[in-house]
Every structure is written in structure tokens, then in C-alpha cells.
């Protein structure tokens, strides 16, 4: 099973999330895994945890995998408070 890497720059919100998902969606669509490489975002709105849940959800259906690198503390902290942390697999 092939994997290849989506890296996010900056946040993932309202302004870009149409972009990033479209990017991760068209490596799912190549039958390929997706590596979401997030070492630069230091910032993820309720839109960003949805585009990570569909993403997961559409990645699954697919019998493929979406996991997550670079979580910032940041990021972390969010996802904690919001009961995300354990919907993902971490690289």
C-alpha cells in the first residue's frame, strides 16, 4: 500500500481547509494513504477537525489509512479539549 505525504502550512481553518481537502482527498482518490505532516500548523479550527474527520472517514471506506506527524502542542491541546486526540493514528 502506497503512502504519500500532504504537508500543512501554517493553520488548518476556514480559509483553507477547501484546499486541504481537496489535496488530501486527491491522494485517497490514487488509492494511496495519506500522511498528514502538520510540523508547521500551529493552529486547527472546528473546520480543520472536520476536513481530519472526513478525511479519516472517506480514507477508511477506502480500506486505506489517515494518520497524522508533526502534531504540534498546540494542535495537541485542541484536540484534547475537544475529545479528538483519540480518533487519529499519529506517526
Same mark, same amino acid.
Given at each position: 500500500?502506497?503512502?504519500?505525504?500532504?504537508?500543512?502550512?501554517?493553520?488548518?481553518?476556514? =480559509?483553507?481547509?477547501? *484546499?486541504v481537502q481537496e489535496g488530501i482527498l486527491a491522494i485517497?482518490?490514487?488509492?494511496?494513504?495519506?500522511?498528514?505532516?502538520? /510540523?508547521?500548523?500551529?493552529?486547527?479550527?472546528?473546520t480543520g477537525l472536520r476536513v481530519l474527520l472526513y478525511?479519516?472517514?472517506?480514507?477508511a471506506s477506502k480500506g486505506l489509512n489517515f494518520s497524522?506527524?508533526?502534531?504540534?502542542? *498546540?494542535?495537541?491541546?485542541?484536540? *484534547?479539549? /475537544?475529545? =479528538?486526540?483519540? =480518533? =487519529?493514528?499519529?506517526?
Open positions: 500500500m502506497n503512502t504519500e505525504t500532504y504537508k500543512l502550512d501554517g493553520a488548518l481553518d476556514s =480559509f483553507n481547509n477547501k *484546499e485517497l482518490e490514487k488509492g494511496s494513504s495519506v500522511l498528514l505532516d502538520m /510540523t508547521d500548523c500551529k493552529y486547527i479550527s472546528s478525511s479519516k472517514k472517506v480514507a497524522l506527524r508533526g502534531v504540534s502542542e *498546540e494542535v495537541k491541546d485542541i484536540m *484534547e479539549v /475537544t475529545g =479528538f486526540q483519540n =480518533f =487519529f493514528d499519529y506517526a
